[in-house]
């Protein structure tokens, strides 16, 4: 079965930076698009990022500029480095491996909690 593991998160500073890690077993994300999404309680989730197999990557234009999303398949990993953070990013970040037709299977990681104040 396949798990993510996100790790990362945590309180940060308004302008300070992290870098979020999603780890995964039982699954080869290098052949795989890979997404961040990330929540605020009472909203829907809401996509980030995504990087293709072939490291192709897009943003929300919320975060262009300041988020950047990389694999590492030797390890299996894929990260999201966070800078120049503002309070509306604060939210829980997930990990997400969508599906790639119909029936298929999408997985997704527990979440990591960032918290930015000032």
């Known amino acids: 079965q396949a798990q993510l593991v996100e790790s990362g998160g945590g309180p940060v500073q308004v302008g300070g930076s992290l870098r979020l890690s999603c780890s995964a077993s039982?699954?080869?994300?290098?052949?795989?698009?890979i997404a961040w999404y990330r929540q605020v309680p009472g909203n829907q989730r809401e996509l980030v990022a995504r990087?293709?197999?072939?490291?192709?990557?897009d943003y929300a234009d919320s975060v262009k500029g300041r988020f950047t999303i990389s694999r590492d398949n030797a390890k299996n990993s894929v990260y999201l480095q966070m800078n120049s953070l503002k309070p509306e990013d604060t939210a829980v970040y997930y990990c997400?491996?969508?599906?790639?037709?119909?029936?298929?299977?999408?997985?997704w990681g527990q979440g990591t909690q960032v918290t930015v104040s000032s």
């Open positions: 990087i293709s197999s072939g490291g192709t990557s």
């Open positions: 039982g699954i080869i994300l290098s052949i795989r698009t």
């Open positions: 997400n491996v969508p599906r790639r037709f119909p029936g298929d299977s999408e997985y």
